[in-house]
């Protein structure tokens, strides 16, 4: 019997990957196992347990996830694993960066993307998670930016909105003066006020940028950095 290809599922967070396994799982009536590789790196605690799995004779999928964590050496690990392990065991690799996996490993395996959601996508998920009238759909689009589209996120506005209502409306409250703020004209004068009202830099920056592309080098330094978003966007708006 043929070993089934290993997977390596990958795509920004909050796109779906989850989802997508289990209902992979689901599909070929297989059960799932789940490791955790980005709380064991090393696969120190993982290791016996992947060895045992891989050689289980009952269909079974082993989700490795966040696979691109693992060191170099567990990955290597690993690959002698993909090449023993038993016909009946199918291995998925839920990863975000899958360049950081070691290339002899990436070869062996089918590459399934995850794009992330469109505003429909997430339409469609919360009116199939939700019963009609209990949310409200278009005010969670219109409160996500487009590059906060994921699931996880839909997911965190309808909770509040079926059971945290007061803190939902706060937030609604808060995006809308961050869009009034940025259609008014941004200052860095305003940055001492931006913080004290407690207002996101992220939706700040998403102007900035677009307005000085050239600055997004000098972002990115500033978060390998580990800096202040604030002092940063201070720095832009002054130029």
């Known amino acids: 019997m043929n070993q089934p290809s290993p997977i390596i599922v990958t795509g920004p967070p909050g796109s779906g990957k989850s989802h997508w396994i289990h209902e992979y799982a689901k599909q070929q009536r297989k059960q799932l196992l789940t490791c955790s590789c980005r709380k064991d790196r090393t696969l120190r605690e ?18 490795l996830e966040g696979a691109d964590d693992l060191t170099p050496e567990a990955q290597a ?14 291995f998925v690799l839920e990863c975000r960066e899958p360049g950081k996996l070691q290339e ?26 939700y019963r009609e009238g209990l949310i409200d759909v278009d005010a969670m689009i219109d409160y996500m930016l487009p590059d906060e589209y994921s699931y996880r996120k839909a997911k965190q506005c309808l909770f509040l909105q079926t059971q945290e209502p007061d803190t939902w409306a706060a937030l609604i409250q ?59 966007l201070a720095s832009s708006l002054n130029k």
């Open 174 to 232: 808060t995006r809308r003066e961050e869009r009034r703020l940025i259609a008014e004209g941004l200052s860095s004068d305003l940055i001492p006020t931006y913080q004290s009202k407690a207002l996101h830099p992220e939706v700040f920056l998403n102007r900035v940028l677009d307005d000085q592309p050239e600055r997004l080098a000098a972002y990115g330094e500033c978060l390998e950095l580990s800096g202040s978003v604030w002092a940063f």
């Open 104 to 129: 002899p490993i990436r070869s062996r395996c089918i590459v399934q993307r995850i794009l992330t959601p469109t505003a429909e996508d997430l339409r469609v998920f919360a009116k199939h998670a």
């Open 46 to 63: 993982g290791r016996q347990k992947l060895h045992i799995w891989g050689r289980r004779r009952e269909a079974v999928i082993l989700w």
């Open 77 to 90: 690990f690993l690959r002698r694993i993909l090449e023993t392990h038993s016909s009946d065991v199918q």
